[in-house]
């Protein structure tokens, strides 16, 4: 709990709020290239995210894109506080949607460059069908939301919108930096009983 707290307000620091969303797509491409996706596309592809991060877990490291591209998810992703707020993805809003498209647009990435990588494994392949049927029933080329036409770059964390989340974080992490506190004062004492 501690750790992961940790690595979320190390994230969250990490990015300033000139990089919040919507500045992803100003200026030169500087990193590695991440096409944009709908907000349709984005909610099925939440729905998989467990197996795409499962199969980029299996996946060899030994491309040097394939790394970047997975690194940037990993930190995008947190930087989203893995897409853990409430209506992050649902609504279009929400301080959090940008900075999820971001995510879940690196995350379908993965499956690209994976394919390219490794087209002989089944299990992969498999994936990739399930997740284009359930995009074709469900039209998610056709719901479309402000952030459906970005595009994004590995060098270029996308955060939440700041001037409307700090509002919601300020005191979210203020009382997890109380409850770390009490529970540091609360291990202290116990510890201290127990050596008399």
């Known amino acids: 709990m501690r750790r992961a707290f940790l690595a979320a307000l190390l994230a969250l620091a ?14 030169p491409i500087e990193g ?9 596309q984005m ?4 729905r998989w ?15 040097e894109r394939f790394r970047r591209i997975a690194n940037y998810a ?31 647009a690196a995350e379908r990435q993965l499956i690209v460059e994976m394919r390219r990588l490794t087209p002989e ?4 392949a498999d994936l990739a069908e399930r997740i284009e049927r359930d995009m074709l029933s469900e039209g998610a080329s056709l719901v479309l939301c402000r952030h459906s ?15 409307i989340a700090q509002a919601g974080v300020a ?19 116990y510890r201290s009983r127990t050596r008399h």
């Open 43 to 46: 909610a099925v592809l939440q």
């Open 32 to 40: 590695i290239a991440i096409p944009s996706l709908t907000h349709g």
């Open 14 to 27: 990490a990015v300033s709020p000139a990089a919040a969303h919507g500045s992803g797509a100003v200026g």
């Open 149 to 163: 036409a970005e595009d994004f770059d590995t060098a270029r964390i996308v955060a939440p919108d700041w001037p």
């Open 49 to 63: 995210n467990g197996e795409i991060l499962a199969e980029a877990a299996r996946q060899p490291r030994s491309d």
């Open 121 to 124: 494994r089944a299990t992969l």
């Open 171 to 189: 005191p979210l992490a203020a009382l997890a930096g109380g409850v770390l506190l009490l529970a540091g004062l609360a291990r202290s004492r």
């Open 74 to 104: 990993a930190l995008q992703r947190a930087a989203c506080l893995w897409g853990l707020v409430p209506g992050s993805i649902a609504n279009e809003e929400s301080s959090f949607n940008g900075c999820m498209h971001a995510t879940l």
